[in-house]
């Protein structure tokens, strides 16, 4: 169980780190290999969302499972990946959050995820939170403890420290 304190600090503000779907990058099943690699390559970044029309996680893409999907097809290079869809080398999302107050859960996702896709009842993309944002929290909450909560060393803890 997450100390109350820290899940109170953590807890200020949860919209402040999630990043909202407006503005996370993602491609759809139907889009080609090749232009799921074009937007990898602009964005930076090594994994984003498969979406559906309607704005339904649907998987994951990354430049990883497209370079192991094109090892599997006898021939295949990187000119031809217009080919073939995101569906083809699409990921299952395995781990996904539909409350991101539910801290204990996100913080355990995050140990192995660089990020947590967040979704509505109906599984309707939110947006994400990432290990980035979660840290700045967690910055914050190091800077503050002490302006909000009055923290004293156990005896135990104190002797320990001081050794
Ligand atoms: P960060 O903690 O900022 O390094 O982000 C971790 C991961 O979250 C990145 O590697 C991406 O896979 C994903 N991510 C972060 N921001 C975005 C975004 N705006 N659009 C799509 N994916 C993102």
Same mark, same amino acid.
């Given at each position: 169980?997450?100390?109350p304190?820290v ?9 402040? #780190?999630?990043?909202?779907? /407006? ?5 759809t099943?139907?889009n080609t290999?090749e ?10 970044y ?7 029309p /309607? ?30 869809t ?5 990921l299952?999302v395995?781990?996904w ?8 859960t996100?913080?355990? #996702?995050?140990?192995d995820?660089p990020?947590?896709p967040?979704?509505?009842? /109906? ?8 290990r980035?944002e ?11 403890l002490?302006? #909000?909560?009055?923290?004293?060393a156990?005896?135990?803890?104190a002797?320990?420290?001081?050794k």
């Amino acid at each position: 169980m997450i100390d109350p304190a820290v899940e109170q600090m953590l807890l200020k503000d949860p919209k402040s #780190y999630v990043i909202s779907a /407006d503005v996370v990058a993602n491609v759809t099943a139907t889009n080609t290999l090749e232009h799921a690699f074009m937007v990898l390559s602009k964005v930076g970044y090594s994994r984003i969302p498969v979406l559906t029309p /309607d704005d339904r996680l649907q998987g994951m893409i990354s430049l990883a499972a497209i370079s192991e999907y094109l090892l599997h097809v006898p021939g295949a290079a990187v000119e031809q990946l217009s080919r073939y869809t995101v569906a083809d080398a699409m990921l299952p999302v395995n781990r996904w959050v539909s409350d991101p107050t539910k801290l204990e859960t996100i913080l355990n #996702y995050l140990v192995d995820e660089p990020f947590i896709p967040l979704v509505d009842d /109906d599984k309707v993309f939110q947006g994400i939170i990432t290990r980035r944002e979660l840290l700045k929290r967690i910055n914050f909450m190091a800077h503050n403890l002490h302006k #909000y909560y009055d923290v004293t060393a156990k005896e135990k803890v104190a002797d320990q420290a001081e050794k």
